[in-house]
């Protein structure tokens, strides 16, 4: 039986990030991974989807390339090329990951890892055979799985999940998409963008609902303008598919009919067949329970990401997997995790961090929000990018950075100041003296801050 400092079970965003802490701790480490490394950011969900929005981008300013004084006549979608260069972006990111793993300092199981108990993990090698290993420290980053409604007909090519869509050969000819969350917004901006008939049905009052209000009706007002259908407060009840294509029935009688249907109503924890039970390890709501050193219940053993977070960004994941390998290695690091920004890749760009608006105004007596239009700035003039916002919301009294919404492009890059600012307990008068690069996006902060400053 093998020993090691410590062992992780995955090799997501939050298995990597720890594995490159703990051998840089000069721990003995071991990865165990089942599938492809970089876990289902890399290879279905985080990066695929940003090639195919940027590449959507792209054709949607092709086509209005005529407000630039640039002649592009009828430009065309070449489906089966565009999933192509998809893939190959996929596949040189996990060639390098495949690489990094090659190097001493690290072992890599190929197989799927459970516990046995406190210290110890049973693999099922993907070549055959089981081995079993111990180590001194356990890092759960088992990531998470899309949600498979029953209502939903899944021996049918044609009723994808994201995962199918973005390893898809080629392009539906038109989409139906069921939830109107994040994660079905930019599926729809994507198609939408490629002059391909798109439907997304939400249950809910309005698209993207956990955002900030405003964000909403600009992702909303977006998807029209793209020419997407957009349903809310409705929920499809029956689907029936075959090859060429899906019918499907809404709780109010309507029909839908198109090429596919993506189903993006969630992710779901991968906890089942860990051996969680075994070790004593303890869930709430679904996820392991961990506190702010990731650890759960069990000493030595520790859970980061999708499957000890609500939250489910790789981002969260990543800084997640070096907190607990940190601790790991016999140092005590704590993170209280309220202050993570988020990216919506949406056609405009939605970013956020700490607190919104109206949660804000729940939680604090006494706030100040300001806001700025991209509109107001040179670069988006000079862009053609005019449609966001970034509106600051900070206590009124010691003017400390609370939250802060961004709208537009670049959104998920110019959110970072705020959160650099929150991080650090920074006052939106800090934000205002700071020196911004001219022409920017990131001006768009320094004219919400000098709004709040000046009570607009």
Request: proline share 4%; with cysteine.
């Amino acid at each position: 039986m093998k020993e090691y400092d410590v062992a992780i079970i995955g090799g997501g965003p939050g298995g990597d990030a720890a594995a490159g802490r703990a051998i840089a701790r000069g721990l003995k480490t071991c990865l165990i991974e089942a599938v492809s490394l970089g876990g289902a950011c890399l290879n279905v969900g985080c990066i695929p989807t940003k090639a195919m929005l940027y590449a959507s981008d792209l054709f949607h300013h092709m086509r209005q390339a005529g407000q630039f004084g640039l002649n592009c006549p009828d430009p065309r979608v070449d489906g089966r090329a565009y999933m192509k260069r998809v893939h190959g972006v996929v596949a040189g990111l996990v060639k390098a990951l495949d690489k990094k793993y090659q190097s001493p300092g690290v072992d890599l199981l190929r197989g799927t890892g459970r516990l046995a108990g406190p210290g110890t993990i049973t693999v099922d090698l993907n070549a055959g055979g089981r081995e079993e290993i111990r180590a001194s420290s356990v890092i759960i980053a088992t990531g998470s799985s899309p949600v498979r409604p029953g209502v939903f007909p899944w021996d049918i090519p044609t009723v994808m999940t994201t995962d199918q869509a973005v390893t898809a050969d080629a392009l539906p000819a038109s989409v139906l998409i069921v939830g109107g969350g994040v994660i079905g917004c930019e599926f729809a901006t994507v198609y939408s963008e490629l002059g391909i008939p798109t439907t997304i049905v939400e249950m809910l009052d309005r698209l993207a609902a956990p955002l900030d209000e405003d964000a909403s009706k600009l992702i909303h007002r977006s998807l029209r303008m793209r020419g997407a259908e957009v349903l809310l407060r409705s929920r499809i009840v029956q689907m029936s598919a075959g090859p060429d294509g899906v019918t499907a029935r809404t709780e109010d009688g309507k029909t839908l009919q198109a090429a596919c249907a993506l189903v993006a109503v969630g992710r779901r924890p991968n906890v089942v067949g860990l051996g969680l039970e075994q070790a004593g390890v303890e869930l709430t709501d679904g996820i392991i329970a961990v506190d702010d050193h990731c650890r759960t219940n069990v000493p030595g053993i520790y859970a980061v990401g999708d499957v000890a977070e609500k939250r489910q960004y790789a981002h969260l994941a990543s800084r997640m997997g070096v907190v607990a390998a940190e601790n790991a290695a016999g140092r005590d690091v704590a993170d209280d995790r309220t202050c993570v920004p988020v990216g919506v890749f949406t056609h405009p760009e939605v970013a956020t961090v700490g607190l919104g608006e109206a949660e804000a105004r729940r939680e604090h007596s006494d706030i100040r929000v300001a806001s700025a239009q991209y509109r107001a700035t040179g670069i988006a003039l000079a862009y053609g990018r005019t449609d966001g916002m970034v509106k600051i919301i900070a206590e009124a009294g010691s003017g400390r950075a609370i939250g802060g919404l961004v709208v537009g492009y670049h959104a998920a890059d110019v959110v970072q100041e705020l959160a650099a600012a929150m991080r650090n307990s920074l006052t939106v008068t800090q934000l205002a003296a700071t020196i911004h690069v001219h022409p920017t996006f990131s001006e768009g902060v320094l004219l919400a801050a000098e709004n709040w400053l000046a009570g607009q």
